[in-house]
C-alpha cells in the first residue's frame, strides 16, 4: 500500500489524518492524487466507498495553500444533503491544521449561518446545486474567483435532475479553473459535460475491468418474503453473529418511521433518515449512527449516498429497488474499505418482475429466490443467526391498571374493587335464577351435580351479594327481591303460582 505523503501529499494533512488511523491510499487516490496536485483535469470513475473524498479533497487542499486569501476559491458539488455533510466533515479533518475554511451549503438550514460564513470569507464550499444557485443569484456567493471546482456523484445529480443547475454554476466561474469530476457510471450526458466544461481530462477508473458490477466482497442473500413475517426475521438477522452496524432501506417515509418504531419496541436501538424529518433530525440521526450510539439506521433512497460509514456490516432492502443502479447503491453502504459486507433483499410476490431485471442486470443467477420465513433453518444457516433467536429482544410491554412501585393502590381500594367486581357477578346469577326459577338449564351455569343444599345456600348468597352492592338503593330494589325471593323458595302449589308471577313480572321490572 502506498501512504499519502508517498503521494506528495503535505506533511499537516498526513498528520491529521494518521491521528484518525487513516494512512494507506485506497487505489481511486493513488492514482488520482498526483495527478490532481499538477492540475490536471480529471474523470474519475469509482463505486461509492472506495475514498473519492480523499482522492479529490487532498489535492484541492494542497492547491490553495496552507493560508488563502478570504472568499471562495474551491466549489464542490454534490447531489444530496448528506452528501454534502460527509463532504464537509472529511476536508475538515484533513485541513485542521490550517487556515482554511470549509462551509456546507445545502437546504433545510437556516440561511443567516451560511452567509455569515461566507461573509467571513470562507475558501472552501461544499454544496447541493440549489442552494449554491440561490446564494449566488441574491450575490451572497461570489463563485468568480473558483480555482478548483469539483461535481462529485455526477450521475446521482443527472437522475434529479440537476443538469440544467450545474451547467448554470459552471457559468459563473473563471473558465481557466481546474475542474474534477467524479461519477460511478458514465452516461452520454456526463460525458457530454465534461467536453463542454473540461480540459483534455484524464479518465481514471479504478475498478477492475473484469469485476462484475457487484462488488466482489459482498455476500448477496435474496429472499422471497411475506410482508407481515418481514419485522421478525429482521429482528433475527438482526441477531447475527457478528453483526455490526446495519442499514435498512424502505420504500416510503411512512413505512420507514413504522419500521423504527417497531424495532425500538423490540428492543432494538435504531435511528431513521427519511422526508419527514426536518435537516436537524436527519443530522442527529445520521451522527448517532456514525458515533455507534444507534447500531442500526433506517433509510429511505434519498439518503443512500450520503451514509459514508466504513463499518457497516450487514444492509437489508426491506422491499426489491426499482432498478439495478438503486440496488448497487444502496448495497454499497456495505462491504467499504475493503472490508466484507452482507447484504440481503427481500423480495414480495408483486415485485418477482422487478427482481428478474435487476438479476439479469447484475447476472447474479438467482431467477427464483427462495420462500423463507422467519422459522426458516436455511435462514439461520446463511446469516449465522444462534438457533433459538427471536426477532425480539425484549418482551412487549404489558398496560397495567395500576402505576407500578411507590403508587401501587391500596390494599383497602383493592378490596372494594374486588367487591364490587364479585358483587356484579353475584347480581348477574341473581337475574339467571329470577329468570328461570324452576331450575332448568342451570347446569349450564353452575356446573352440573349440584347438590340442593348447594343450591339453596347460592340464592342465599346471591341475594346478600345483591344487597351488599346495591347498598341503599331504594325501596323498589328490595320489593323486587322479596318477590323472586317468595317465588324461588316457596313450596306448594301457591309457591308455584308465585314462582311463575315472579318469574314474568322480573324482566319487565328489570327492563
Known sequence: ????????????????????????????????????ITGQDIIGQAKTGTGKTFGFGLPL????????????QALIVVPTRELAVQVYEDLELASSGRAATVVPIYGGKAYEGQIEQLKAGAQIVVGT??????????????LSKVREMVLDEADKMLDLGFLADIEKLFSKTPEKRHTMLFSATMPGTIVTLARRFMSNPVHIRATDPDEGAA????????????????????????????????VIFMRTKRAAAKLQEELNDRGFNAA?????????????????????????????????????????????????PDDEKTYLHRVGRTGRAGREG??????????????????KALEFGVDEPVETYSSSPHLFADLNIPEGSKGRLKATPVKETAPRNGSRRSSGDREKKDGQREGGERRNRTRTRSSNPR????????????????????????????????????????????????????????????AGAGSAEAPAQDA
Open 439 to 498: 331450575g332448568e338449564g342451570r347446569h349450564e351455569s353452575h356446573g352440573a351435580g349440584r347438590s340442593a343444599q348447594d343450591k339453596a345456600l347460592g340464592n342465599a348468597s346471591a341475594e346478600a351479594g345483591v344487597e351488599q352492592a346495591t347498598g341503599e338503593a331504594g325501596e323498589a330494589p328490595r320489593r323486587r327481591r322479596r318477590r323472586r325471593r317468595g317465588g324461588a323458595n316457596s313450596g306448594g302449589a301457591e309457591g308455584g303460582s308465585n
Open 1 to 36: 500500500m502506498t501512504t499519502f505523503l508517498e503521494l506528495g501529499i503535505d506533511q499537516d494533512m498526513v498528520d491529521a489524518l494518521a491521528k484518525e488511523g487513516i494512512v494507506d491510499a485506497f487505489p481511486i487516490q493513488e492514482q488520482t492524487i498526483p495527478l490532481a
Open 342 to 359: 452482507i447484504a440481503v433483499t427481500f423480495v414480495d410476490w408483486d415485485d418477482l418482475h422487478k427482481w428478474a431485471l435487476i438479476n
Open 272 to 320: 431513521s433518515v427519511h422526508g419527514d424529518l426536518n435537516q436537524d433530525q436527519r443530522e442527529r440521526a445520521m451522527a448517532s449512527f456514525k458515533s455507534g450510539k444507534k447500531d442500526i439506521l433506517i433509510a429511505t433512497d434519498v439518503a443512500a449516498r450520503g451514509i459514508d460509514v466504513d463499518d457497516v456490516t450487514h444492509v437489508i432492502n426491506h422491499t426489491v
Open 215 to 246: 462488488q466482489a466482497n459482498i455476500e448477496h442473500i435474496i429472499y422471497r418474503a411475506h410482508s407481515l413475517d418481514k419485522d421478525e426475521v429482521i429482528g433475527r438477522i438482526l441477531q447475527a453473529e457478528g453483526r455490526g452496524k446495519t
Open 61 to 72: 487542499l494542497q492547491r490553495i495553500g496552507e493560508n488563502p486569501e478570504p472568499g471562495v
Open 129 to 142: 446545486p440549489g442552494r449554491l444557485l440561490d446564494l449566488s443569484n441574491q450575490r451572497l456567493l461570489d
